[in-house]
């Protein structure tokens, strides 16, 4: 029964039902404490951290993290790549534990995770399990902005994904790689991007859906195709509204916000970088936040506001204990340099 409920879980998350889903994981934590299966328990904390990470409940989500952690054993459940969800379950602790990490602000620590994770799936020799790691470390990457690094992971995986994926996987690999040779001003970036975009949609797939779009929206963006980009994030916003896939929601609005600039529509630009960063303090999505206010901050210096932009950006990296090597820290310490000289 308990595969049954988690698969019809993973189901109704890839449909986009979100309210089923979340019934599906009651079902489960009904059925674990009637049972003395450590497994059992396990895989309802497997489908609630799933759930709760989409729907951008990233606290709520930790003790569901924890408590997988606590509960696997490789030994007692290697089998369980095989009946639920096609991968493993310890594996998928560590690497949505990095993307967490990441997106609360901890980067390095997300990293960290993220290699522990590889590791195990590496080790266990299921390739579906390390199919289904590669793909999230390859969006880690993404959401770190490091193109370099998505490129390597997804030159792993396709091979992978040709043999053990789905095409809803194959697809997306097709328009990460196409994002990160966009990012590097790569000429058939965007080409392979819109393929791998024509074929996602093709699938039906509604998983990851606000996500996906907002990869092509961000590759539009910098091909400098403004109004493709704004169809694809008013898409995205409508798709997270429909569904309550709403992990990246900050990052729709402040993606919005960067479009709407490049229309010179300076007011729409303020009011989404605002929006982006109320959303994401809302959600302790420290990262977004950063990014938003960094955007937003530069926004208000080439208006000449600029103790407006320090007193907005300082406090916000002030928080930031680590990650001082990626782009995003990077680019917020270079403007508040000039904005305190």
């Given at each position: 029964?308990?595969?049954?409920?988690?698969?019809?879980?993973?189901?109704?998350?890839?449909?986009?039902?979100?309210?089923?889903?979340?019934?599906?994981?009651?079902?489960?934590?009904?059925?674990?404490?009637?049972?003395?299966?450590?497994?059992?328990?396990?895989?309802?904390?497997?489908?609630?951290?799933?759930?709760?990470?989409?729907?951008?409940?990233?606290?709520?989500?930790?003790?569901?993290?924890?408590?997988?952690?606590?509960?696997?054993?490789?030994?007692?459940?290697?089998?369980?790549?095989?009946?639920?969800?096609?991968?493993?379950?310890?594996?998928?602790?560590?690497?949505?534990?990095?993307?967490?990490?990441?997106?609360?602000?901890?980067?390095?620590?997300?990293?960290?995770?993220?290699?522990?994770?590889?590791?195990?799936?590496?080790?266990?020799?299921?390739?579906?399990?390390?199919?289904?790691?590669?793909?999230?470390?390859?969006?880690?990457?993404?959401?770190?902005?490091?193109?370099?690094?998505?490129?390597?992971?997804?030159?792993?995986?396709?091979?992978?994904?040709?043999?053990?994926?789905?095409?809803?996987?194959?697809?997306?690999?097709?328009?990460?790689?196409?994002?990160?040779?966009?990012?590097?001003?790569?000429?058939?970036?965007?080409?392979?991007?819109?393929?791998?975009?024509?074929?996602?949609?093709?699938?039906?797939?509604?998983?990851?859906?606000?996500?996906?779009?907002?990869?092509?929206?961000?590759?539009?963006?910098?091909?400098?195709?403004?109004?493709?980009?704004?169809?694809?994030v008013t898409e995205a916003m409508q798709v997270a509204t429909r569904t309550g896939f709403r992990m990246i929601e900050a990052e729709l609005h402040r993606l919005h916000g960067e479009?709407?600039?490049?229309?010179?529509?300076?007011?729409?630009?303020?009011?989404?970088?605002?929006?982006?960063?109320?959303?994401?303090?809302?959600?302790?999505?420290?990262?977004?936040?950063?990014?938003?206010?960094?955007?937003?901050?530069?926004?208000?210096?080439?208006?000449?506001?600029?103790?407006?932009?320090?007193?907005?950006?300082?406090?916000?990296?002030?928080?930031?204990?680590?990650?001082?090597?990626?782009?995003?820290?990077?680019?917020?310490?270079?403007?508040?340099?000039?904005?305190?000289?």
């Amino acid at each position: 029964m308990c595969p049954i409920l988690f698969n019809s879980c993973l189901g109704a998350i890839t449909r986009g039902d979100f309210p089923a889903g979340r019934r599906l994981v009651e079902e489960l934590f009904d059925l674990a404490r009637g049972d003395d299966d450590p497994g059992f328990k396990l895989q309802a904390h497997h489908a609630a951290w799933d759930v709760l990470l989409a729907a951008g409940e990233l606290r709520e989500a930790e003790r569901h993290i924890e408590a997988g952690f606590s509960l696997y054993r490789r030994e007692s459940h290697g089998w369980h790549a095989r009946a639920y969800g096609g991968h493993d379950p310890g594996v998928c602790c560590h690497i949505l534990e990095a993307c967490r990490q990441a997106i609360l602000g901890y980067p390095d620590l997300a990293v960290g995770q993220m290699t522990n994770g590889l590791a195990l799936a590496r080790d266990l020799t299921h390739p579906p399990t390390l199919a289904h790691s590669l793909t999230l470390a390859a969006e880690l990457r993404q959401v770190r902005c490091e193109p370099l690094a998505v490129e390597e992971i997804i030159t792993e995986l396709v091979p992978l994904v040709s043999q053990y994926g789905s095409p809803v996987r194959i697809a997306h690999a097709a328009m990460l790689r196409g994002w990160a040779r966009t990012a590097q001003g790569k000429d058939d970036g965007l080409v392979q991007l819109q393929g791998g975009l024509v074929s996602w949609r093709a699938t039906g797939s509604m998983f990851n859906a606000p996500y996906r779009l907002a990869v092509a929206a961000d590759a539009y963006r910098m091909a400098g195709i403004v109004q493709e980009g704004l169809h694809l994030v008013t898409e995205a916003m409508q798709v997270a509204t429909r569904t309550g896939f709403r992990m990246i929601e900050a990052e729709l609005h402040r993606l919005h916000g960067e479009l709407a600039l490049r229309s010179n529509d300076q007011n729409t630009a303020e009011i989404c970088f605002k929006q982006a960063i109320a959303i994401a303090r809302a959600q302790s999505a420290r990262l977004f936040e950063l990014r938003a206010a960094t955007r937003l901050s530069h926004h208000w210096r080439d208006q000449g506001r600029k103790v407006e932009a320090l007193d907005l950006l300082a406090p916000i990296y002030g928080w930031f204990s680590e990650g001082f090597d990626t782009i995003d820290l990077k680019d917020a310490k270079a403007l508040l340099d000039e904005l305190s000289a």
